[in-house]
């Protein structure tokens, strides 16, 4: 079974002193995306594993993660998405066990100084993917935490208008949703989204 598997931590949780807070916003997160243990787990304070099933699923997943963690002053996330086969099915995903593992893992590894990346078993996909993801990171890795909860709303909330984009954070007006939308290159980075989820499933 094709799956992807994102291995990621929280940059600078350390320093942080709002650990309640955010460690709060990151399980609420990803148990929008799955359940635990079956599908996701934290692990090590700050770091964690999730499985998006539905591999082309797992960008959008990504940038959701990004935009919850970085709603706090100084935070932000490293992601690594592999993509592969899932042999082993645990209880725990952190029991479980595939390429798809590996891959992830192996991408973790090699970060360093980037936020996000993606390992396939497709070459020319992680090519063109990466060389997208860089360009994108350049943005989302220097939203305002402001910038990051509009984007958060408006992902958890496809379709709806950037009025009742305020209307659901209260306090925001229409032009404050709109700056914020433009501020965080929301339109292009959907674009490249959808970019994704057609390239991944024309591979599947």
């Given amino acids: 079974m094709i799956t992807s598997i994102i291995t990621g931590d929280v940059v600078n949780s350390r320093k942080s002193q709002e650990t309640d807070k955010w460690l709060k916003e990151l399980k609420e997160t990803l148990s929008i995306l799955g359940k635990e243990p079956k599908d996701w787990e934290i692990y090590r304070g700050d770091s964690f594993q999730l499985e998006i099933r539905e591999p082309e699923k797992s960008l959008s997943a990504a940038l959701l993660i990004k935009s919850s963690i970085k709603q706090f002053r100084q935070l932000d996330v490293r992601i690594a998405i592999g993509i592969g086969e899932k042999t ?67 992902l958890l909330h496809p379709g709806q208008t950037q009025k009742e984009l305020a209307k659901l954070m209260k306090k925001k007006s229409q032009s404050t949703i709109s700056d914020s939308l433009k501020r965080a290159g929301f339109d292009e980075i959907l674009k490249m989204e959808q970019f994704y989820e057609n390239l991944i499933k024309s591979k599947l």
């Fill in 88 to 154: 082993y099915n645990a209880a725990k995903i952190t029991e479980s066990n595939g390429s798809a593992f590996v891959n992830s893992g192996e991408c973790y590894e090699k970060l360093k100084m980037k936020t996000m990346a993606i390992n396939t078993p497709w070459q020319d996909v992680n090519e063109h993917l990466n060389m997208l993801i860089d360009l994108v990171t350049l943005t989302m890795d220097n939203w305002a935490t402001v910038t990051a909860s509009v984007v958060k709303t408006a």
